[in-house]
Nanobody
Framework: EGQLVESGGGLVHPGGSLKLSCTAS????????MNWVRQAPGKGSEWVSG???????YYMSSVKGRFTITRDNTKNTVYLQMNKLQPEDTSMYHC????????????????????WGQGTPVTVSA
């Protein structure tokens, strides 16, 4: 159902910043809660952040105060501004969308979502 395309990943030094983008097509973006989920080799998936259709935001504890999620419904795009990046943030970051049921319900598995992007890699290394 629909397509999500991420961009903005890359290699950054510890303490640096990146801004990820995810653009949706073929789905009613304004009716979707949008999330970022990361998957690192040898580690389980982690739900990182979400923004519901009313733009209320949610974060996992380890990124609170460092990451900011926003959305622009006129561009069908969700963003993740990541500051003060640390090596433990190294991962593949996936954009994931789920039809809103009135409150955001986070998940870590692709099967939980109605739309899932291929991911953009983030590497934090000196």
């Amino acid at each position: 159902e629909g397509q999500l395309v991420e961009s903005g990943g890359g290699l950054v030094h510890p303490g640096g910043s990146l801004k990820l983008s995810c653009t949706a097509s073929g789905l009613p973006f304004g009716s979707y809660d949008m999330n970022w989920v990361r998957q690192a080799p040898g580690k389980g998936s982690e739900w990182v952040s979400g923004i519901d259709r009313r733009a209320e935001t949610y974060y996992m504890s380890s990124v609170k105060g460092r990451f900011t999620i926003t959305r622009d419904n006129t561009k069908n795009t969700v963003y993740l501004q990541m500051n003060k990046l640390q090596p433990e943030d190294t991962s593949m970051y996936h954009c994931a969308g789920r039809r809103s049921i009135g409150t955001l319900v986070a998940g870590t598995d692709q099967s939980w979502y109605h739309a899932w992007g291929q991911g953009t890699p983030v590497t934090v290394s000196a």
